[in-house]
């Protein structure tokens, strides 16, 4: 009898050992994170691996439900997996924990923009240095929830739910049938604001030294090589130099903090019309400010029709650079750089030098933008095996 009795009772707590690590697998399913998909032109593919090589796997629809099990990083890119051998950019997933919180956290009342720019898509960026897009445009008259602001230099900018930000210049706060407002057609000059600024001074700061690295928002150096009419560029600004540096550069350091650089001169390109006196960040703002016009052949009317070297010429014009129409004669607006250091504002070009079809601009994070071909608008694309750039070309 108590031996039965002793077998009831292992059985009993075998059982209830079993019921709590029940209880802790499904706790750990609840706390999974879900995600929707946020692109709203198409289909989003679903690839076999985040690593160049990938097969698409399946498709997924605008604002379909996944659930991300899984993150990595592949150059400089985020990455979720939403199963076995399944695989999703970032950029195309807004991610959002499983476990709702109480409805009156969700339901206060908040701020809203709505995007006033008519001629192309807002971008939103990832910070105030305007630096990185985080993949999300606003079409016109998209309006969306804000929950922070940041007065920064004189520049207005609205944090939104996804994280990412917006200039205000592009957008209209509180009034999301924009009533009474003029769209915008021109896009708007961006003014990158480091991160990290916390006032709305505007004048330079004192005694900077002359090894301060300038800030993310400016044009990263590149190896060893400069523009030839590349002019030496001298500022008091807190962004330093507008050029890049060099290892034949000498900076030194005036009385007024003014760094100055002296840049020695290449030998002359190929294209020696291009003036390089614009900004990186312009030509890109620009570049992403045509996402959703039509591809045109020969096209080279912002807002109603660009082909691929339309877009490019377009997009350095508004920085102040000329660029000659077609893509053979861009190929030499510039040095020449490899694939493995790409910097934003690099044009990238596919076929044989002196041969190219295609061109685009990198904006950074292994993506670039382009105008694809006919029955396609101006879009971003991410870099990869199936159509990988032959080689690129830095002009600023």
Same mark, same amino acid.
């Given at each position: 009898?108590?031996?039965?009795?002793?077998?009831?009772?292992?059985?009993?707590?075998?059982?209830?050992?079993?019921?709590?690590?029940?209880?802790?697998?499904?706790?750990?399913?609840?706390?999974?994170?879900?995600?929707?998909?946020?692109?709203?032109?198409?289909?989003?593919?679903?690839?076999?691996?985040?690593?160049?090589?990938?097969?698409?796997?399946?498709?997924?629809?605008?604002?379909?439900?996944?659930?991300?099990?899984?993150?990595?990083?592949?150059?400089?890119?985020?990455?979720?997996?939403?199963?076995?051998?399944?695989?999703?950019?970032?950029?195309?997933?807004?991610?959002?924990?499983?476990?709702?919180?109480?409805?009156?956290?969700?339901?206060?009342?908040?701020?809203?923009?709505?995007?006033?720019?008519?001629?192309?898509?807002?971008?939103?960026?990832?910070?105030?240095?305007?630096?990185?897009?985080?993949?999300?445009?606003?079409?016109?008259?998209?309006?969306?929830?804000?929950?922070?602001?940041?007065?920064?230099?004189?520049?207005?900018?609205?944090?939104?739910?996804?994280?990412?930000?917006?200039?205000?210049?592009?957008?209209?706060?509180?009034?999301?049938?924009?009533?009474?407002?003029?769209?915008?057609?021109?896009?708007? =000059?961006? !003014? /990158?604001? @480091?991160?990290?600024? &916390?006032?709305?001074?505007?004048?330079? #700061? *004192?005694?900077? $030294?002359? +090894? %301060?690295?300038?800030?993310?928002?400016?044009?990263?150096?590149?190896?060893?090589?400069?523009? =030839?009419? !590349? /002019?030496? @560029?001298?500022?008091? &600004?807190?962004?330093?130099?507008?050029? #890049? *540096?060099?290892? $034949?550069? +000498? %900076?030194?350091?005036?009385?007024?903090?003014?760094?100055?650089?002296?840049?020695?001169?290449? =030998?002359?390109?190929?294209?020696?019309?291009?003036?390089?006196?614009?900004?990186?960040?312009?030509?890109?703002?620009?570049?992403?400010?045509?996402?959703?016009?039509?591809?045109?052949?020969?096209?080279?009317?912002?807002?109603?029709?660009?082909?691929?070297?339309?877009?490019?010429?377009?997009?350095?014009?508004?920085?102040?650079?000329?660029?000659?129409?077609?893509?053979?004669?861009?190929?030499?607006?510039?040095?020449?750089?490899?694939?493995?250091?790409?910097?934003?504002?690099?044009?990238?070009?596919?076929?044989?030098?002196?041969?190219?079809?295609?061109?685009?601009?990198?904006?950074?994070?292994?993506?670039?933008?382009?105008?694809?071909?006919?029955?396609?608008?101006?879009?971003?694309?991410?870099?990869?095996?199936?159509?990988?750039?032959?080689?690129?070309?830095?002009?600023?």
């Amino acid at each position: 009898m108590k031996k039965q009795k002793m077998t009831y009772l292992s059985s009993g707590m075998v059982g209830l050992a079993g019921l709590v690590l029940m209880g802790l697998q499904t706790n750990d399913a609840q706390a999974a994170t879900n995600g929707t998909v946020n692109y709203a032109d198409g289909a989003t593919t679903v690839w076999t691996s985040p690593a160049v090589g990938q097969k698409p796997a399946r498709y997924l629809a605008t604002n379909q439900q996944v659930t991300i099990q899984d993150t990595k990083q592949v150059y400089g890119q985020t990455w979720y997996k939403l199963g076995n051998d399944e695989w999703v950019s970032s950029q195309f997933i807004t991610a959002g924990d499983a476990t709702a919180q109480p409805a009156a956290t969700t339901t206060a009342v908040k701020n809203t923009v709505t995007a006033n720019f008519q001629s192309g898509a807002t971008t939103v960026w990832a910070d105030t240095t305007a630096a990185q897009p985080t993949g999300e445009y606003l079409t016109y008259g998209t309006t969306k929830n804000v929950i922070d602001q940041k007065d920064l230099n004189g520049t207005t900018w609205y944090q939104l739910e996804s994280k990412g930000w917006v200039p205000a210049s592009y957008v209209v706060l509180n009034n999301p049938n924009l009533d009474g407002v003029t769209p915008i057609t021109n896009a708007p =000059a961006v !003014t /990158p604001v @480091a991160a990290t600024t &916390t006032t709305t001074e505007v004048q330079a #700061p *004192a005694a900077p $030294q002359a +090894t %301060t690295p300038a800030p993310a928002t400016e044009t990263p150096a590149p190896a060893a090589t400069t523009e =030839a009419t !590349t /002019p030496a @560029a001298t500022t008091s &600004t807190p962004a330093a130099t507008t050029q #890049p *540096a060099q290892t $034949q550069t +000498t %900076t030194t350091q005036s009385s007024q903090q003014t760094t100055q650089a002296t840049t020695t001169q290449q =030998a002359p390109q190929t294209n020696t019309t291009t003036k390089a006196s614009g900004n990186v960040q312009t030509v890109i703002n620009a570049a992403l400010s045509q996402i959703g016009t039509p591809y045109v052949w020969g096209g080279s009317t912002p807002g109603v029709g660009l082909d691929c070297s339309g877009l490019v010429q377009y997009a350095y014009a508004q920085a102040g650079v000329s660029l000659r129409r077609v893509t053979t004669a861009q190929e030499g607006a510039g040095q020449r750089v490899s694939l493995d250091n790409l910097q934003p504002g690099d044009i990238l070009f596919w076929g044989g030098a002196g041969a190219s079809y295609h061109d685009a601009i990198y904006i950074g994070g292994g993506q670039y933008v382009h105008a694809p071909q006919p029955g396609e608008s101006v879009k971003t694309a991410s870099i990869s095996s199936y159509f990988m750039p032959s080689f690129a070309v830095r002009v600023l």
